[in-house]
């Protein structure tokens, strides 16, 4: 695997963990462990998505790329719980951007 790979892989476990705890206070606790393993997984996904060795790019179009690359992968996600949670759907556009520009800070690789 390559270094884009895996540090986008623990990006992407890292910014699940973030949405998790976002999705547990906003549901009171209340949320299933499936819904939040499944929330995380989909976190998980969109880091190994953006870690593809996509081409070089410039830094708009790469921040671009990530939020489709977001919007595709958590789509599934808000699809399949019956479009019941909007606010994780959005969360996962802005983390596949915000990867991609990790990904594309100046001295990066």
Not at 18 to 42: D, E, H, K, Q, T
Not at 97 to 106: G, Q, T, V
Request: charged share 10%.
């Amino acid at each position: 695997m390559t270094k884009r790979m895996i540090q986008s892989l623990i990006g992407g476990a890292l910014l699940g963990v973030v949405c998790v705890i976002g999705a547990a206070v906003r549901s009171n606790f209340s949320a299933s462990p499936y819904f939040i393993f499944a929330l995380w997984y989909n976190r998980v996904i969109i880091g190994l998505a953006i870690g593809a060795p996509w081409p070089k790019t410039n830094r708009n179009q790469a921040l671009l790329r990530g939020a489709l690359i977001g919007l595709m992968v958590s789509f599934a996600f808000y699809s399949s719980t019956n479009f019941q949670d909007p606010v994780s759907f959005i969360a996962g556009i802005v983390y596949g951007a915000i990867l991609e520009a990790w990904f594309n800070r100046k001295g990066s690789i």
